[in-house]
């Protein structure tokens, strides 16, 4: 989605930013993309929970609304809310009706470029519990992207996995150090190979090379599906229409 409300690069229209979301989410319906996700990341700089002011919540509940009223049901709906706002996310997708959240700091703590992050397994469990919210999802980064784990660095990714599920995390996600950077391919075999929930992976996925990770939950793709892979940028509908053909081959040949 675009720039929120009440953020530094808004552009003082709120109806444009619905209907965008909503043009995006159907693009993506008619591609036959499995799952769709709402993230403010054009709310640059971000913020920790402490500074999140109402009107982002507010007007990601309602886009989050509008975007799950033009979905197919069976295409899953979730929310992200950055930085790290994820109480904030739940509450979103309870009342609009979504199906996950992806979360980071769940565990181990990290720092990232808007802060420090702590972890938050157990009051986020806790708050979905408050909210009767057990059927929402909680899909959890480990060791994530744009961020320092100097302070974790003698837990390692399988380790930091481990956690995640014993915390009871529904599905872990693995990221390359950036935006766009892929998963280290050896990483991700040893960690899928050893989890028992769910493993994601969560960026730098891109035509040429799903096939390192078809064994994968999930993909998520992002700017690979923007025009010149740039994630700020429009959707490249012959870019999401040659992934899903490609992907589609691949999995026939499983």
């Not at 993506?28 to 403010?40: A, K, M, T, W």
């Not at 009871?168 to 075999?189: K, R």
């Not at 040893?190 to 989890?195: A, D, G, L, R, V």
Request: glycine letters at 6%; proline letters at 3%.
């Amino acid at each position: 989605m675009r720039t929120d409300q009440g953020t530094p690069l808004y552009s003082g229209n709120t109806k444009k930013i619905i209907s965008n979301a909503i043009k995006e989410a159907i693009i993506y319906s008619e591609y036959n993309i499995d799952g769709i996700l709402v993230e403010n990341m054009h709310d640059i700089p971000y913020v920790r929970p402490k500074d999140l002011t109402p009107e982002t919540t507010a007007i990601m509940t309602r886009i989050c609304t509008e975007v799950r009223k033009v979905l197919p049901e069976n295409i899953p709906c979730g929310i992200q809310i950055l930085a790290g706002c994820n109480k904030e996310a739940i509450a979103v997708a309870k009342a609009a009706n979504l199906q996950f959240i992806r979360a980071e700091g769940f565990v181990f703590s990290h720092i990232a470029d808007e802060g420090f992050t702590d972890a938050c397994a157990g009051s986020l469990l806790r708050y979905r519990k408050q909210i009767d919210a057990d059927d929402i999802l909680i899909l959890a980064d480990i060791k994530k992207k744009h961020s320092s784990h100097a302070i974790t660095s003698d837990v390692s990714l399988s380790e930091t996995a481990k956690a995640a599920k014993f915390f009871l995390a529904d599905g872990i996600i693995l990221t390359g150090i950036t935006t766009g950077d892929p998963v280290n391919v050896s990483e991700f075999t040893e960690i899928k190979q050893n989890s028992e929930i769910p493993v994601l992976i969560g960026s730098g996925v891109t035509k040429n090379n799903i096939k390192d990770y078809l064994s994968s939950d999930a993909v998520i793709v992002g700017s690979h599906f923007k025009i010149s892979e740039t994630w700020e940028n429009r959707i490249d509908k012959e870019k999401v229409s040659s992934f899903m053909e490609k992907l589609k081959v691949l999995q026939n040949l499983q």
